[in-house]
């Protein structure tokens, strides 16, 4: 079977921009297992909401890259208010309790967006319709800006981890929490401001892919399955593993789907169940240890 | 003779609470409507499996859907393509789930508990897509098998009429209840719960944890394709949505909410579930704020469940209140 170059070339593309929302989306998760040892389901309702809060106000006013910025603020003061509620008590126990229990929030939270919303699913409108050439294929610009998002979240994320005091704090406390508690540093902020971080860029994810799908009540639990093996695949707890995996898991659905659409669903999934035999902890994964 | 008497007491305290508990079914049976009360049953039996697996491994699992539509195809194509017989549908059914939990499991229990969770997400979503997508000429996508009509009935219990479906429904979720009583009171459970406990000081004694952990997966889903073998028959009907992702948490919640780990839990939870379900979704229609909240409040508040938290309390208060009588009459 010969594959046409050019749709191979924007098969790429789509598979770059889609595995730069699920970057944006699993780097949350991982970030919180590696600091609080919880597993985050709720960050896909934060997606959820980022998403209806960016067609809200893109309705409202007009402005899509507005609505981007409400989702994301939306997204991390919802994760504020469910860290400072609910997340703080339940730290100390094991990562499956958090993981059930962010479960119901994910679920309870659909509830309230259909509640607010309704369950039609909406379209939001792509802010810029315009695409350049490359080598003799059509490319949406509006791809590589999800792309360059992406870059730039990871360069911010590494630069706040490795540059900032604040971030140096978050990197000790993955290695041993006690010592850096012992050190002076309130670490009980520090989780806060790692969930509310993790929230926002869940928002911020799904306010970036609204325009190229439906916004309906149900997008986060369509996407939790992907981001679950973005994550497994990458590790729970690594930053670079989490980029690697979310990079492998685009291409393998968008390039999967040109060859043969309905293994692409399947085809994530195989990879996963292969690198978890050759390594039990993912890519990059950090042992887990318990607090 | 002390030995004997101990061991009839142990025997008759064993069968007491089963009894009790097909009574007390049975009553439900009579006074409920059969629909309710088939659901309900069908629900307790594909509980228990994962409350097998939560309770005694500490595996939790967010892919229960996985195995029960493993379970409801295997009889659903029996039942559509070879023979008309419910029962062989049946056992077709299990030796499916059997078959499947056989091979999977020994790749799924070498993970860590939170992996194990997320795999079996995984394999949910992907079997769904298998059944609604890729195999649509086999399963016929979303439209589903029907195959009501073709199943021929059979003596005794006729499987094919409801009313009596729910007896022989309550007859299997009293033989999986004593099977996992049995287990309980076994070496194998022994070493399960032990290995859920503690699995180093498990593999000290000289066991091997992952032939446990093994031969439990396969029981406890073996029973959840039982269940989708039951669902299928009942229903005359299969279709990509009864394995749906979506409902993954469903077992899960049930589990916590009747008690984890406790023999009555499954059902006493299936029965306060589907009721809950019912009303809920007949008042205000909007199911997954409910129910997301409902576990969270568990999670939070009263993590033994019902089975758990209420007869506990019960016996504080009538302990309480013989203590105020016994005041009462000094």
Not at chain 2, 155 to 165: E, G, N, R, V
Not at chain 2, 237 to 245: A, R
Not at chain 2, 278 to 295: A, M, P, Q, T, Y
């Amino acid at each position: 079977m010969s594959l046409d170059p050019r749709l191979v070339m924007s098969s790429v593309i789509f598979g770059l921009s889609i595995g730069g929302i699920y970057f944006l989306l699993a780097i949350g998760l991982s970030l919180c297992f590696g600091l609080m040892r919880i597993i985050s389901l709720d960050q896909l309702l934060y997606y959820s909401i980022g998403a209806f809060v960016t067609y809200s106000v893109g309705v409202a006013t007009g402005q899509f890259w507005l609505g981007v910025a409400a989702g994301a603020a939306a997204g991390g003061l919802a994760s504020l208010a469910v860290e400072r509620l609910i997340f703080r008590r339940i730290y100390a126990r094991d990562p499956t309790f958090s993981m059930i229990t962010s479960f119901g929030l994910l679920f309870g939270g659909i509830g309230i967006i259909k509640f607010v919303w309704g369950v039609v699913p909406r379209p939001v409108e792509v802010p810029t319709l315009a695409q350049f050439d490359v080598l003799g294929t059509q490319i949406p610009v509006y791809r590589l800006i999800i792309v360059g998002i992406a870059v730039v979240v990871y360069a911010l994320i590494w630069a706040f981890l490795h540059r900032t005091i604040v971030g140096k704090a978050i990197r000790a406390a993955i290695e041993n929490v006690e010592h850096v508690e012992g050190l002076g540093i309130n670490v009980g902020r520090l989780f806060t401001l790692t969930f509310v971080i993790a929230g926002a860029l869940s928002g911020l994810a799904g306010g970036v892919y609204a325009p190229l799908i439906l916004v309906d009540p149900m997008m986060g639990l369509e996407m939790l399955a992907f981001v679950f093996m973005v994550v497994i695949i990458g590790g729970l707890g690594s930053i670079k593993g989490t980029a690697i995996s979310a990079l492998i898991i685009g291409q393998v659905v968008s390039l999967g789907s040109l060859i043969y659409a309905p293994a692409a669903q399947m085809a994530p999934f195989v990879i996963m169940l292969a690198i978890l035999l050759i390594r039990p902890t993912g890519l990059f994964g950090v042992a887990l240890t318990r607090r | 003779m002390t030995a004997a008497k101990s061991l009839a007491s142990r025997a008759l305290s064993w069968w007491w609470g089963i009894a009790a508990t097909l009574l007390a079914t049975s009553l439900c049976a009579v006074l409920l409507p059969t629909p309710f009360m088939n659901e309900v049953m069908i629900f307790a039996i594909y509980v228990s499996g994962c409350n097998f697996l939560i309770g005694r491994l500490g595996f939790i699992s967010f892919g229960q859907p996985a195995y029960l539509a493993i379970g409801a195809y295997c009889t659903a194509f029996y039942l559509f393509y070879v023979g008309t017989n419910p029962l062989v549908g049946l056992g077709v059914g299990v030796l499916g789930g059997l078959l499947g939990a056989i091979i999977i499991g020994p790749f799924f229990v070498r993970l860590r508990s939170d992996y194990f969770a997320m795999v079996n997400l995984a394999l949910a979503v992907v079997l769904f897509y298998v059944t609604q997508k890729l195999l649509v000429s086999i399963t016929g996508g979303d439209n589903g098998l029907w195959f009501l009509t073709q199943m021929q009935s059979t003596p005794l219990l006729d499987l094919t009429a409801p009313a009596q479906f729910l007896w022989f429904a309550i007859i299997v979720a009293t033989a999986v209840t004593v099977m996992f009583k049995y287990l309980d009171g076994t070496i194998f459970g022994a070493c399960c719960l032990a290995s859920r406990l503690n699995e180093d000081k498990l593999q000290f004694i000289g066991y091997d944890n992952f032939k446990i952990r093994l031969v439990a997966f396969i029981i406890a889903n073996t029973v959840t394709a039982l269940a989708g073998a039951m669902y299928a028959i009942y229903f005359g009907f299969v279709s990509p949505e009864m394995g749906s992702p979506s409902r993954a948490a469903e077992p899960v919640i049930v589990t916590l909410l009747g008690g984890v780990g406790t023999l009555a839990g499954p059902l006493i939870g299936a029965f306060a579930y589907t009721g809950m379900k019912d009303v809920i979704s007949n008042l205000i229609g909007n199911w997954e704020l409910f129910i997301g909240f409902l576990l969270v409040f568990i999670m939070l508040v009263a993590d033994q469940g019902i089975w758990g938290t209420l007869p506990p309390a019960a016996r504080a208060l009538l302990v309480h209140l013989r203590r105020a009588a016994g005041r009462a009459r000094n």
